[in-house]
């Protein structure tokens, strides 16, 4: 069956411009959560979505960042106004359950001149 | 000069090895941990997991140990091979407020050498 896809795979930006990334979650998955991934380092927590429950945005960095989840599938991440520290791999997973194992996409890599 | 934030720790060794990563996390309270591998240009793969009843559990070619008491973790690769290189992370799960989020180690680099 088809993993969690991630798109666009890659994406230069300019500073200040918005940008749009989307993941596509294994059917039936009800967690989803998106990660932020900097170079050589470990994973750092965005948002989580569990079936219709409030997401948990705790780990937002800033209100330039907001994600969507629609009809309980899709997700899109959203950036305003990007900044240089923007530039990252972000990376999306998607689970079962709260707890059941997470199954990551390839990621779309962020770069903002 | 480099960053210091570039350099993972890094662990090499000789094809047909066993190979230990070590994992310390940081909140007592966690009660499900994950040992993820990722290869360049991939995302994370699980590998195996751990609850906090347990203190070891086996896959394929892979064993996980936890000491609760002081809070570390190992992800032990018998018969290391090439294929084997990547970048490893634990995961610590706990549930504030009653969502699990994962918070990851920094991860460390396998180099396996043919």
């Known amino acids: 069956g088809a993993g969690v896809s991630q798109s666009p795979s890659n994406k230069v930006t300019e500073k200040g411009k918005d940008v749009e990334l989307r993941c596509d979650p294994i059917s039936g998955h009800t967690a989803l959560y998106w990660y932020r991934q900097s170079l050589g380092q470990g994973l750092e927590f965005l948002i989580y979505?569990?079936?219709?429950?409030?997401?948990?945005k705790s780990g937002l960095p800033s209100d330039r960042f907001s994600a969507e989840r629609t009809g309980g599938s899709v997700s899109t991440l959203t950036i305003q106004r990007t900044q240089q520290e923007d530039s990252a791999v972000y990376l999306c997973?998607?689970?079962?359950?709260?707890?059941?194992?997470?199954?990551f996409g390839p990621g779309t890599r962020l770069l903002v001149l | 000069g480099e960053s210091v934030g570039l350099h993972l720790p890094t662990l090499s060794v000789q094809e047909g090895d066993n190979s230990i990563i070590n994992c310390a996390y940081s909140?007592?309270?966690?009660?499900?941990f994950i040992w993820y591998k990722q290869e360049s240009g991939k995302g994370p793969q699980f590998i195996i997991d751990i609850r906090s009843n347990m203190d070891k559990r086996q896959g394929q070619r892979v064993t996980v140990l936890l000491n609760k008491t002081v809070k570390h973790l190992s992800l032990q690769i018998a018969a290391t091979q090439p294929g084997d290189s990547a970048v490893y992370f634990c995961a610590e799960n706990r549930a504030p407020g009653g969502s699990y989020i994962p918070t990851f180690g920094r991860g460390t680099s396998l180099i396996v050498h043919p």
């Open positions: 979505f569990q079936g219709n429950s409030a997401p948990d």
């Open positions: 997973a998607s689970s079962l359950g709260q707890l059941g194992t997470q199954y």
């Open positions: 909140n007592s309270a966690s009660d499900y």
